[in-house]
């Protein structure tokens, strides 16, 4: 009986584990990987450790050291690749942003264009001093896809900021 109550409530609480993600990230997700090269994943955070630990042990360079250290912060992950010419892409993550900046509390963290076209746009949501979630965007405009994830964190501000300026500083 113990057992079956205790299955229970794993399941319940899968359930509302399930459900917690922002809608409007599942239906940006739902609609952008239809199409032939297009795909979707979420990755559980525990596999996203356990991926950590291992690059850490196997990296040689204090780079690949930071970026395996900041992966164990990361949580459950989903990741989206799609063509950027299937879809209106600018119009749709400036949606996407804006329902997430005005209905769950979002903040624009940074946008940061690179040398060969490439746009990075970074929303974080916050709880007191912790990133609580983070949505990347990576557009690249020569391949024309672009790069979405949406992650639970453990992170602070400084954290993140810290390994990103030692990994613009090693570029």
């Not at 990361?74 to 993550?93: K, N, P, V, W």
């Amino acid at each position: 009986m113990q057992r079956l109550i205790l299955l229970f409530f794993l399941c319940f609480f899968a359930g509302v584990t399930v459900s917690a993600q922002k809608s409007v990230v599942k239906d940006f997700i739902k609609k952008h990987r239809k199409g032939e090269e297009n795909f979707a994943v979420k990755v559980p955070g525990w596999m996203i450790g356990l991926a950590g630990e291992i690059g850490i042990l196997a990296s040689e360079e204090e780079e690949e050291r930071l970026i395996f250290e900041l992966a164990q912060e990361f949580g459950t992950t989903r990741f989206l690749m799609f063509d950027t010419d299937a879809f209106d892409t600018s119009r749709d993550i400036k949606k996407l942003l804006r329902e997430l900046e005005g209905g769950y509390g979002y903040e624009r963290w940074a946008m940061v264009r690179g040398p060969e076209g490439e746009e990075v746009q970074l929303s974080v949501l916050y709880d007191g001093k912790e990133i609580r979630e983070l949505v990347v965007f990576i557009s690249d405009p020569d391949e024309m896809k672009t790069y979405f994830a949406h992650s639970k964190t453990d992170l602070t501000a400084e954290e993140l900021g810290e390994v990103l300026n030692e990994l613009m500083a090693s570029n």
